[in-house]
C-alpha cells in the first residue's frame, strides 16, 4: 500500500498563500481555472491573463461553454469602487455577459432609497 499524506484543513488569509496578485495569484488561477469553475458552476476555458483595452489590463479573460467571454477581476483585498468600476469597463469593453470578482472581503454597502 502507497503511503498517503494527509493534511489538515485551515483557512488562511490569500495574502499568506498568494504574496502578489499579479506574479502569484493571477498564474496559479489560470492553471486551475477548473477550481474557479467548480466553484461558481461556470464552465470555464482558455483563460488569457493581461487582456488590454485600451488602457486597462483584464487579469483573466475567459470563455463560457458558449464561446462568451468571461472577465476574471482579482483583488485579493477588501472590495472597492476602483475595482468595481474597472469590471464594469471589461464587462463592456469585451461585450462579455458575466464577471467574476475575487476579493479577499465584500465591504458592506448600505443602499438609501
Same mark, same amino acid.
Given at each position: ?13 490569500? *495574502?499568506?498563500?498568494?504574496?502578489? $496578485?499579479?506574479?502569484?495569484?493571477? /498564474?496559479?488561477?489560470? =492553471?486551475n481555472i477548473a477550481v474557479l469553475s !467548480? ?17 486597462? *489590463?483584464?487579469?483573466?479573460?475567459? $470563455?463560457?461553454?458558449?464561446?462568451? /467571454?468571461?472577465?476574471? =477581476? ?5 472590495? !472597492? ?30 443602499i438609501i432609497s
Amino acid at each position: 500500500m502507497d503511503h498517503v499524506s494527509i493534511s489538515k484543513l485551515r483557512r488562511a488569509a490569500l *495574502k499568506d498563500v498568494w504574496p502578489n $496578485e499579479a506574479t502569484d495569484f493571477t /498564474p496559479w488561477l489560470q =492553471e486551475n481555472i477548473a477550481v474557479l469553475s !467548480d466553484t461558481v458552476d461556470i464552465a470555464l476555458s482558455t483563460p488569457e491573463r493581461e487582456q488590454s483595452t485600451g488602457s486597462f *489590463k483584464v487579469d483573466l479573460l475567459a $470563455e463560457d461553454r458558449s464561446g462568451d /467571454p468571461v472577465v476574471i =477581476e482579482n483583488q485579493l483585498a477588501s472590495s !472597492d469602487h476602483d475595482h468595481l468600476g474597472k469590471l464594469l469597463t471589461y464587462l463592456v469593453a469585451f461585450e462579455a455577459k458575466t464577471a467574476i470578482w475575487i476579493v479577499s472581503t465584500v465591504r458592506n454597502c448600505r443602499i438609501i432609497s
